[in-house]
Each structure stands twice: as structure tokens, then as C-alpha cells.
């Protein structure tokens, strides 16, 4: 099977998969939620298969490449799908994730093969460069993606919180999680987020100044990260010293992410301006 029918039959059952999970979600049926979560974790296989079928193929590093790591963030959201379903079942994530990672999976093959490498540092040593900057970039990806989960769980708890004292919500009529769930999911997947940001952002600046021999430079490039970091940790700074809850909770999440956004977006453009 050559890449391209494959990358189509990746596509075709994660697609197939949101879809059944959608319906499933809506409808109530049990049945068909397991169905639809067994052809993502299918889809994930397959997934697998065509990065390795790539990697051969073209004998490029999976984080050379821009493309490269649209489809690893495509991988991860799935992934990190996969076991958040587990731990909370029949939950929203269901009808959120996959078309994320449906999205990154579509931008690994439109977006340009730009080269991301930081080469001054791999020259120094390239088995253990290529190990730190797996490190880095999982550990940063994973951080972000668990905000974005945060900030979508905030703005469902907005939502369910404005439909319940408005009384539009007929809660034995829908399946959803009770606030108090929505608030401490928010603050573990927060916790975990910036516990995995802060080990990339550690990595990054290593990484920074052995490619720099050792000169330390500071630019937008480490101060967006390192910006996103600060908000999270005055949140949970201020969630553990004044037991912040509920809504404030919630925007103060939606806010991290939109700095979250903007340093990913930033480091995006400066691959894209470096062709």
C-alpha cells in the first residue's frame, strides 16, 4: 500500500469514527459510543504505521520537517483522546478531539516541508540532540494540547453553568458532567499541562545554549512560552492559596490557552519566514 492510500485510510477512519462518536453522543446509544471510540483507537494504529512507512520512505526525522510535527500533534490529540476517554467516559472529548486531530492530520500534507531542526545543536552531538529534541517538542506539544483541553472543558462549564441558572438545561434529558466535575478536570489537566510545559520550556533553553556555545539570548521566540508558563503558574498559585473555583477558574483558563495560541501560532510564522 503506497502513503497516499494510506494517509486516505487514516483520514477515512478517523472521520468514520467522529462521526459514529457524534452520533452515539446524541442519541444516547451505548453501542454505538464503542464502536465509534474502537475506530479511532484503530485509526491511531493505522497512524502509526504510516509515520514508520513514511519515516522509511523518505528517512526523515519526524521532527524535521514542519509537516512532520502537524502530523505527531495529529497523533497526540488522538492519543491523548484515547486516554482521557478511558479515565472519563462519555464525556464531551469525544466530539471535541477527534476533529482536532483530523485538522493536524490535514495539515501535515498542505502545509510546506519546512525544515525545523535546529542543526547547530544536532551537529554537537546527533543521537542525544535528536533524543532532546523529541523531549522538548513532546513535552511542549503535550503541555499545550492539555491547556486546549482545559479551555474547551472552561467553555463547556460556561455554557452548562449560564444553561442551569437560566433553567434551559434539562439535565435527566442530557448526558453531562456536573460542574464541580468540570472544575477539577479543569485544575488536573491544568496541573499536568504545566508540569509537562515547564520540563520542554527547561529543555528548550538547554537546547538553546549549546546551539549558541553557551551565549544566552533572549527573544520573542522563548518569551511567548515562557509568558503562557507565568499565567498558569499564578493560577495555580492562587487556586492553591485562595482555593480559586468555578467560573474564575474557567477564564483564567481560557486566557492561558489564548497565550498558549499566540506563542504556537508565533513559533509557526518564524518556521514559515525562515523558507
Not at 15 to 22: P, S, T, Y
Not at 39 to 66: E, H, R, T
Not at 80 to 91: G, H, T
Not at 224 to 229: E, K, L, Q, S, Y
Request: hydrophobic letters at 55%; one cysteine or more.
Amino acid at each position: 500500500m503506497n502513503l497516499s492510500a494510506l494517509f486516505s485510510l487514516v483520514f477515512g477512519i478517523y472521520a468514520l469514527g467522529w462521526l459514529v462518536c457524534c452520533l452515539s453522543f446524541f442519541s444516547n446509544e451505548k453501542y454505538g459510543d464503542k464502536w465509534g471510540e474502537r475506530l479511532l483507537l484503530l485509526g491511531l494504529a493505522v497512524q502509526i504505521l504510516y509515520i514508520g512507512m513514511d519515516y522509511l520512505a523518505s528517512g526523515d526525522f519526524l521532527f524535521d520537517s514542519l509537516s512532520g510535527l502537524f502530523l505527531f500533534l495529529s497523533f497526540f490529540t488522538i492519543a491523548i483522546f484515547s486516554i482521557l476517554d478511558k479515565k472519563f467516559p462519555n464525556q464531551i472529548f469525544k466530539i471535541i478531539f477527534p476533529p482536532v486531530g483530523i485538522f493536524f492530520l490535514v495539515l501535515s500534507v498542505t502545509i510546506s516541508d519546512q525544515a525545523i531542526v535546529a542543526k547547530q545543536f544536532l551537529d554537537r552531538s546527533t543521537t542525544f540532540g535528536k533524543f532532546m529534541l523529541i523531549s522538548h517538542a513532546s513535552c511542549a506539544m503535550l503541555g499545550y494540547l492539555l491547556f486546549g483541553v482545559a479551555c474547551l472543558t472552561s467553555m463547556f462549564y460556561l455554557y452548562q453553568e449560564d444553561k442551569i441558572k437560566s433553567k434551559k438545561l434539562l439535565l435527566q434529558n442530557v448526558k453531562v458532567p456536573s460542574l464541580g466535575f468540570l472544575d477539577k478536570l479543569n485544575y488536573k489537566v491544568i496541573t499536568v499541562g504545566f508540569l509537562f510545559l515547564s520540563v520542554g520550556i527547561l529543555l528548550g533553553i538547554n537546547m538553546k545554549i549549546v546551539a549558541s556555545n553557551g551565549e544566552i539570548a533572549f527573544s520573542l521566540r522563548q518569551a511567548f512560552p515562557v509568558a503562557t508558563w507565568a499565567i498558569y503558574a499564578l493560577f495555580l498559585i492562587d487556586r492553591f492559596i485562595n482555593g480559586l473555583r468555578g467560573k474564575v477558574t474557567a477564564m483564567w483558563s481560557i486566557v492561558g490557552f489564548l497565550a498558549a495560541i499566540t506563542s504556537f501560532a508565533y513559533e509557526v510564522s518564524l518556521l514559515i519566514e525562515r523558507s
